[in-house]
């Protein structure tokens, strides 16, 4: 975000000034995909492709949480610390716990860019394809929520059309890439944790999330109602990743699980109170790889 799942106060991940998916590929070694066979992983019905749990190459779009938006630093990337392909260690990265820190930096890509949203995903997906990746991690949408208005957030049916285009772009460029996709982060579980702190009223004021974070601690209807509005979408996107994927083979959607994550406060940018920080970017990593390495995908 530069910046699922009924309504249950959950969490959320980032969008702000300044939210994606894990796509997933085939066996192979080196750069590029080695097709849906593969040891360990889970078998379709009927000659149906076999996920692959351990791909030997990574490549990550997305929006600013796969950047590692202020993670280090106020109003900066910092994709040392990204969950997808990440080198610190204290963050151990989906590309360094599935490739090892040796293999990773040569065999994992970034092309996850700050502010993006679900229009801007073919694109990302198109450079992502020219490497064949075994993995393509995916995780956009909270910047097609988090616009300066409820009423300019993404339309469902265009989040879904540009989806749609993104996958088949993916599938004709690379048509054994294996596909996880991330929830989008509930981000009125962002507003819950920063709220009541005066210095993160003041930083959200520069313009983060305006339509989930303006007027952070006015009860009235209206401002409820509004915050509900974008939590209402958030919701409806995830439906859309989840519906989307369930129409490809190689596809595999994570249930929630980042939607559903109650990040805490310590877990959030010490500048922003929003995107996650290193601590946070950490548990998106073992979100993924628990998500990625499963025999099974969740229900």
Not at 25 to 53: H, I, K, L, V
Not at 223 to 239: I, S
Request: charged letters at 20%.
């Amino acid at each position: 975000m530069r910046t699922t799942a009924p309504r249950r106060r959950a969490r959320r991940p980032l969008a702000g000034a300044g939210a994606a998916f894990v796509l997933l590929a085939g066996t192979a070694t080196g750069c590029s995909s080695g097709g849906s066979g593969g040891q360990g992983g889970e078998s379709g019905a009927q000659g149906a492709p076999r996920w692959n749990t351990a791909p030997a190459s990574i490549a990550a779009v997305g929006d600013s949480i796969t950047r590692g938006f202020d993670a280090c630093s106020v109003l900066a990337d910092c994709p040392e610390v990204s969950w997808a392909t990440g080198n610190d260690p204290a963050v151990r990265s989906l590309a360094a716990r599935l490739l090892g820190d040796a293999e990773a930096p040569a065999r994992s890509w970034n092309y996850a860019v700050t502010g993006s949203r679900m229009a801007d995903l073919p694109a990302q997906l198109a450079g992502a394809a020219a490497h064949k990746p075994d993995l393509v991690t995916v995780m956009v949408g909270s910047n097609d929520a988090c616009r300066p208005t409820a009423s300019s957030m993404t339309p469902v049916a265009e989040f879904r059309s540009g989806f749609e285009q993104a996958l088949a772009g993916l599938r004709t460029a690379s048509p054994a890439s294996q596909v996880y996709v991330s929830s989008v982060p509930d981000l009125q579980r962002l507003w819950e944790q920063g709220k009541d702190l005066p210095m993160v009223r003041q930083i959200w004021k520069l313009g983060i999330c305006q339509s989930m974070l303006a007027d952070p601690l006015s009860a009235a209807s209206g401002a409820t109602a509004r915050r509900e509005q974008v939590r209402a979408r958030v919701v409806e996107y995830n439906e859309v990743l989840r519906e989307v994927c369930a129409k490809d083979a190689l596809c595999r959607y994570d249930g929630g699980a980042v939607f559903q994550y109650p990040f805490a406060a310590d877990q959030l940018s010490r500048w922003d109170w929003f995107h996650p920080g290193k601590d946070g970017q950490a548990r998106l990593a073992e979100l993924a790889h628990r998500q990625v390495t499963a025999a099974e995908p969740p229900r």
